[in-house]
């Protein structure tokens, strides 16, 4: 039988187990299996050469019962509904796991923004914002950044927020410039996170991050700051990849040198001569293999090769459900996606708090209570899946998705 790449339908299957394994209803997984709410619109702009494009956008909220849902907007060509829905169902996890009042949502626009111009791209953020007013805000649905979007597009989409409803309203989307009440911390939080689990699981498997041997693939917000982050800690990063290749080196990259050269799309294989396929990268030897690109990379079909001892996914959804099965089976560590990469979403919470109290913390405050979160979030997981005889994924998604299922209940949904 061929194997299950619909993000969306895996992680049902996933949220049913973690429901039936805490022994709730039929009807809780009929409540939490797909959003309680998805809107399409179609988004007109006006494009440079005079004409009119008309791009397709969504938002999914996948459950509201903890607090406002809150998850980031993606600009890309392969953006689809089941993709959005799926990513929603993700955020409820993540805020389960890292304790935050908020349910779970994502949005996006199909789009490819590394062929628009800036202006067009101011274009589809003020229109995309305009179309899904009616659902978004500080007190209903907070959007972040995510794939090839960044802090100047949140600020034109709160600008635009800010207009419709007549007054200044920082709290309605996060991963702000600091100038427009964004957090210190934030634009490296996701990267920070993944970090934090990445010590965790070395320490767990008696690895020496000093000295190991880390690929990672995508060089973009995620991966090239945890590049950095591990480098800096005495980790040898000997791949590393973008969507044109991967680039692999055994004593080590010069990451510093990458990371100054890398364009804003986090593209830097481009100016290399040797490079290897992302595919070939993933079965390079290392010890940790972190994937922050995309999703369905590790598969049934090459999880049989990887190589590292522990897999950190900074993305979301590298590895497949049966990959899981397979890297679990053979021993390896993975730390899932709703885990190591629920930083972003921790330091937008604290932005959003920020946001609303008016005043403003340090990068040092921010930090140690990311931190701190973090490093709670992955030990809480890591006994759950010990005592329980799971891997960290099922009991991610147990820990995770209590807190949502727990809140219906008490609103008398369920
Ligand atoms: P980004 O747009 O900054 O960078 C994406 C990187 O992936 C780039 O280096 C790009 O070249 C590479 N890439 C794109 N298509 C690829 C392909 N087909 N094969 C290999 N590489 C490819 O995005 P990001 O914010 O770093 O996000 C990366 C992943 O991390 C995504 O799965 C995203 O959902 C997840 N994530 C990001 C955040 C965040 O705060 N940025 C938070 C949580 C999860």
């Known amino acids: 039988m061929a194997e299950n ?25 009929e409540l939490l299996k797909e ?29 509201d019962a903890p607090g406002p849902t809150k998850g980031g907007v993606r600009f890309h060509p392969e953006v689809n509904e089941e993709e959005v829905k799926a990513l929603s169902m993700w955020m409820t996890l993540k805020a389960g796991i890292v304790d ?58 709160m600008d635009e927020y800010s207009r419709i409803r007549e007054f200044d309203s920082p709290g309605f989307i996060t991963g702000k410039p600091l ?38 693939q995508g060089f973009g917000n995620a991966g090239s ?10 980790a040898k990063v000997v791949g590393i990849s973008d969507a044109y290749g991967g680039l692999y080196d055994p004593d080590g990259l010069d990451i510093d040198y990458l990371l100054d050269r890398r364009d804003s799309f986090g593209t830097i294989t481009t100016l290399f001569e040797n490079t290897i396929t992302n595919q070939q990268l993933l079965e390079m030897d290392c010890d940790i293999l972190v994937p922050a690109a995309i999703s369905n990379q590790i598969t049934a079909e090459n999880a049989h090769n990887i190589k590292a001892s522990i897999v950190v996914e900074a993305a979301n959804g590298p590895t497949t459900f049966e990959a899981t099965k397979i890297l679990s089976e053979r021993g390896i560590l993975l730390v899932p996606d709703v885990l190591a990469s629920s930083g972003g979403v921790t330091v937008s919470y604290f932005e959003w708090v920020q946001n609303n109290q008016g005043y403003y913390w340090t990068e040092e405050e921010v930090n140690k209570k990311l931190h701190d979160n973090l490093i ?33 209940k008490f609103r008398g949904w369920v």
């Not at 049913?16 to 039929?26: I, S, V």
């Not at 959007?143 to 597009?153: E, K, L, R, W």
């Not at 899946?385 to 099922?394: D, E, S």
Request: hydrophobic share 40%; charged share 20%; aromatic share 8%.
């Open 5 to 29: 790449l619909n993000l969306f339908t895996s992680t049902q299957n996933v949220i049913k187990e973690a429901l039936t394994k805490l022994g709730y209803t039929d009807e809780m997984y």
């Open 35 to 63: 959003p309680l709410r998805m809107m399409t619109v179609r988004i007109p702009v006006k494009m440079d050469d005079g004409s009119v494009k008309i791009f397709t956008g969504y938002r999914a909220q996948h459950n």
């Open 100 to 157: 935050l009042p908020y349910g779970g949502g994502k949005g996006g626009v199909v789009c490819d923004p590394r062929q628009l111009s800036m202006r067009e791209i101011e274009n589809i953020s003020r229109g995309y914002v305009r179309a899904i007013s009616q659902i978004v805000g500080p007190t209903k649905d907070i959007p972040a950044p995510d794939v090839y979007t960044n802090s100047q597009i949140m600020a034109w989409m």
């Open 179 to 216: 100038a427009l009440g964004g957090s210190h911390g934030r634009e490296k939080a996701t990267a920070q996170g993944v970090t934090i689990c990445i010590h965790e699981a070395a320490k767990k498997r008696n690895i020496d991050i000093k000295g190991a041997r880390v690929i990672v």
């Open 225 to 234: 700051f945890l590049a950095k982050f591990v480098h800096d800690a005495g």
């Open 376 to 408: 709670k979030a992955f030990n809480n997981i890591y006994e759950v899946a010990q005592t329980r005889g799971v891997n960290m994924r099922l009991a991610a998604y147990m820990v995770g998705v209590r807190r949502a299922a727990e809140a219906s």
